[in-house]
T-cell receptor
Framework: QQPVQSPQAVILREGEDAVINCSSS?????VHWYRQKHGEAPVFLMI?????EQKGHDKISASFNEKKQQSSLYLTASQLSYSGTYFC?????????????FGKGTSLLVTP | NAGVTQTPKFRVLKTGQSMTLLCAQD?????MYWYRQDPGMGLRLIHY???????AKGEVPDGYNVSRLKKQNFLLGLESAAPSQTSVYFC????????????FGNGTRLTVT
């Protein structure tokens, strides 16, 4: 059961801000965020846990609305190095496996 | 520390051939995972393991088998490869299942002709 991400793609100029959203149809214990650059493995950014605890990147912020089963990743004052594809991951269910299921990704391109 | 190591990095198979992908981690993690990545589809969970000797099905398990005979290794097998299994395969490991980061290997690019 993949979470749904929006938007699918974003193009920014350096210094601009972006928000990437992730929503699930089931109650969540945690939401993970990862970034993947072309031809590389995904890299961990952040975990948000039910109850408000966060683990991860200190220069990227995110929110987790447990009631709405949604999370948002906030990229402020974007840098060229922020370019890549961002994935959120949430726990699956009996049909999809209880480990992390990832969304289809949001492609972010930061231009000079 | 090497982290998560996948072998091989690239492989080309003919339809019907079999192969095994190997994943090894040196972080003493309990949990290990196999994902496949296709354009526009994100990362889809194939199988995972919650400890040595255990395996469980993910979103897209059909056509794959796995084994976790040793804690540090997680093997993904394709018994009879099909063109639909052309993909990039990522292995990952984590300390706990939902509240610790996944550490990914560098991936295996598999082409089935």
């Amino acid at each position: 059961q993949q979470p749904v991400q929006s938007p699918q793609a974003v193009i920014l100029r350096e210094g601009e801000d972006a928000v990437i959203n992730c929503s699930s149809s089931k109650a969540l214990y945690s939401v993970h965020w990862y970034r993947q650059k072309h031809g590389e493995a995904p890299v961990f950014l952040m975990i948000l846990l039910k109850g408000g605890e966060q683990k991860g990147h200190d220069k990227i912020s995110a929110s987790f609305n447990e009631k709405k089963q949604q999370s948002s990743l906030y990229l402020t004052a974007s840098q060229l190095s922020y370019s890549g594809t961002y994935f959120c991951g949430t726990e699956g269910n009996s049909n999809s496996g209880y480990a992390l299921n990832f969304g289809k990704g949001t492609s972010l391109l930061v231009t000079p | 520390n090497a982290g998560v190591t996948q072998t091989p990095k690239f492989r080309v198979l003919k339809t019907g051939q079999s192969m095994t992908l190997l994943c090894a981690q040196d972080m003493n993690h309990e949990y290990m995972y196999w994902y496949r990545q296709d354009p526009g589809m994100g990362l889809r969970l194939i199988h995972y393991s919650v400890g040595e000797g255990t395996t469980a099905k993910g979103e897209v398990p059909d056509g794959y088998n796995v084994s976790r005979l040793k804690k540090q290794n997680f093997l993904l097998g394709l018994e009879s490869a099909a063109p639909s299994q052309t993909s990039v395969y990522f292995c990952a490991s984590s300390q706990t299942i939902l509240d610790s980061p996944l550490h990914f290997g560098n991936g295996t690019r598999l082409t089935v002709t």
